[in-house]
């Protein structure tokens, strides 16, 4: 089994191990392992703990006095587990303890963030401050030269501005570092040991020089290319003044500074000594004080600063010029007086011409050929405008022929002739003479067939000595970038440095090597690039590349930049790297709908959501962050409440001022319609009112039309509804026949409905009398109906009950032999189903149920016969009557 612990020590440290699994006890139990943290099971993280799992407690041992012999090896082999574990998480604790020991020291001795907090850094500008008010406060001072070492004194004690240009990472306190007095740059001590043994292996290679390791070559500062020897590399960790080896950490001091006084001499050399303590960056300029007169030496001495000591009274110079006619009119100047800018009429130094020209360059040649008569009579000068006697003709004296080997004595207007000799003359091959005779002239081409040799001494050919044999072969030698190939025809081995630019890009990402191709790293990218804040009145610079990571300085002036919003002016805050913080003002944009002012804060760079962005192809592809985009959103609907009525004009209700306007209560409308029986359902609504002194109750010609039915009750023993739409007041009377049975029960009386409703009882019995005789007896009907005379069932009205029961039992038979049908098949189904028969091949016994022609049509008889019996009754009913 394998796991991992993690145990804290000192809130730091981190320790991982692998779990030792040991052979399980009787009762089940295993050790996992020590580790940190304290856990169910486990060996606590500090200190004694609980019993470790699978440790035997004296239960256990007791538990365990009554078993086998392998029972007590199996506790004997737990407990040595349980002391090997033991010595284990030993192990692991001393280990966690020294990583956070370790770690706590580096956290101590690095620059940390605790340093740049911004009440540290305000005590700091102004011990700087206060350190370089005395440079200034006095005569003469010049701000302009301490801004470097004010800028390497503040860059010392701010965390992470130290940058090592070779391995580009902070510079911390407790580390070793040289300086460059050049360029003050600071450096890792190991990085710039490996650096100058780098670039001196890169001059000295054997491909680009012969003589390896007999010169002192030279190797460069990174940043500034200032040349040291070889003598130079620095073996030893030195303050800045270079008076004590190997500095010790000191929170007081400037980092890598021993706190001593500087005492350098200043640059230029002056005669006096830096008086500050030992620091960073070039010395600030001499602040002593000397007495000094001006360039010209007219005004009195003056005391001054040292590093300022020159200086001009700004009275006329009034030293002769070198022309020797003027005197220089310029203000007290240091060095040598300007030329004369007056202009005079000045002749050549063969005075042929004469033109006007500047004072100061008197000596002046024309472009006309001398001419003199030289002392021979016969010949003239032919040099250009010169200086001085034009000296012997040319042709006079012994003269030797063209080929160097006679000598003649001729007057100098003959010509030398040729001594017919051979010219012999060495031709430009550099290996044959020239076979003519003495000749004037150049000597001809050498023509003689030679076995040559090409450049890269390959291939050999015959041919003219003039001409140069180069053959095809190009040289596949490495250059000395060991990057690309020579590449040239018939290299004779002694291949060119590689002419290619490098391109790659540098450390800082943002340039590239400017330098022809090499081998190794390029060297670092020696721009220096300013972090500025908002304002630009505050800036750290660092190298390039460092300000992607570097904080911006933090200003202390108010932020000067033009509100982006419609207000005139921004809120107050600091200035600030970046964009303004949102304006949080009210709006106070008069609305165009009502007029009233924008109580809102200022929306004109709301922060929204983007849609609309890529959306993920597929559980592959990661989903992006939501992009928000600064947008001026419009101004809110106006919030003021306004007294509004609704339409039905049921309630007032305060409303916001963008919703003024007819509104709905949700009210049901209620005002009484025409019918004057009903309300109107409508939802709350608009009304005209017709007849303002009617009232508000009385419905409008926008509320619903009554069309329901007359629902009002009708007269006792009227069953008929009102046959009239919902109205007003009482119903008519209604003119409906309502069918009765006579007091017989055998004829029907048709009477209008209001005549019974509104007739007494002696009325109604008159209307319930059909007033026909008896069709069986002569009866009075009146006198049957009071009961006064039976009648009785006589032979055709038994017989039509006889008929009546034998058809009702008929069909109870039939039902009864059906369903009998019915379930004998669904039997023999079931039976079928039992035996696993397939479908398809077997076949079923279909079982044909024959119905009667009563079964068939026994709902089409029943309705027809019970007709017939009835049309046969009122027959013989008629026929009696």
Sequence with gaps: MEASWRQVAGGRGRARGRATAAPSSGNGLHLRGAGGGREKGSVGAVGPGPSPRGAATPAAAGSSAGRSPAGSEALQTSVACELMSQRKFEEIKKANQAAAKKLVEEHFSSSSEEEGDEDFEGKQGKIVANTFTTYTTQTDGDMRELERTKQYVHEAFQAGAMTCLICIASVKRNQAVWSCSGCFCIFHMPCIQKWAKDSQFLVSSPLTDDDFGKRDYPWPCPKCRFEYKRSDTPSRYYCYCGKVEDPPLDPWLVPHSCGQVCEREFKPPCGHKCLLLCHPGPCPPCPKMVTTTCYCKKAKPIPRRCSAKEWSCQLPCGRKLLCGQHKCESSCHAGNCPPCPRVSRQKCVCGKQAAERSCASPLWHCDQVCGKTLPCGHHTCEQVCHVGACGECPRSGKRFCPCQKSKFSLPCTEDVPTCGDSCDKVLECGIHRCSQRCHRGPCETCRQEVEKQCRCGKHTKRMPCHKPYLCETKCVKMRDCQKHQCRRKCCPGNCPPCDQNCGRTLGCRNHKCPSVCHRGSCYPCPETVDVKCNCGSTKVTVPCGRERTTRPPKCKEQCSRPPTCHHTSQEKHRCHFGSCPPCHQPCQKVLEKCGHLCPAPCHDQALIKQTGRHQPTGPWEQPSEPAFIQTALPCPPCQVPIPTECLGKHEVSPLPCHTIGPYSCKRVCGRTLDCQNH?????????????????????????????????????????????????????????????????????????????????????????????????????????????????????????????????????????????????????????????????????????????????????SLLPACALVVLVFAWYIARDVA
């Design 679 to 859: 309300t109107c359902m409508k939802e709350c609504h608009k009304v005209t009112e017709i007849d303002v002194f009617i009232g508000k109750n009385k419905a409008g010609p926008e509320c619903l039309q009554c069309e329901e039915g007359c629902s009002k009750s009708r007269p006792l023993g009227c069953p008929h509804p009102c046959v009239l739409p919902c109205h007003p007041g009482e119903c008519p009377p209604c003119v409906q026949m309502l069918r009765i049975k006579c007091h017989c029960k055998i004829t029907s009386l048709y009477v209008e409905c209001r005549k019974i409703t509104t007739a007494d009882i002696d009325e109604k019995n008159l209307l319930s009398c059909c007033k026909n005789q008896c069709p069986k007896e002569e009866l009075q009907c009146n006198k049957v109906r009071e009961n006064q005379i039976s009648i009785e069932c006589d032979t055709t009205c038994k017989e039509m009950k006889r008929k009546a029961s034998e058809i009702k039992e008929a069909e109870a038979k039939a039902a009864l032999e059906e369903e009998k049908r019915r379930q004998q098949a669904e039997l023999e189904a079931f039976e079928n189903r039992l035996k696993g028969r397939r479908k398809k091949s077997r076949k079923r016994d279909e079982v044909t149920v024959e119905l009667t022609l009563w079964q068939k049509y026994k709902y």
